[in-house]
């Protein structure tokens, strides 16, 4: 799920549609903490599908975030 900052360039780029498949419980701005695509101020609107592969995009990005922290990890020592 994007970010805020995503979430307003996808806007800005005027993207007709989003899918993504992982929600971001902590910063996703488009439905989880925010939804900057539900934004009725905004002149552009976004349709948006989530879930697709969802536990496939979840476990993608754990692996991916563990694997940093295990490099950054063994770059401090």
Avoid: W
């Avoid at 989880?32 to 979840?58: F, I, R």
């Amino acid at each position: 799920e994007p970010c805020a900052m995503c979430a307003g360039a996808i806007q800005h780029a005027r993207i007709a549609k989003l899918v993504y498949g992982a929600s971001d419980q902590k910063t996703g701005a488009c439905g989880s903490v925010v939804n900057l695509m539900a934004e009725q101020k905004l002149n552009h609107h976004t349709t948006v599908a989530s879930g697709l592969l969802a536990d496939e995009c979840g476990m993608m990005l754990s692996n991916f975030f563990s694997e940093r922290r295990k490099l950054a990890k063994l770059q401090r020592q």
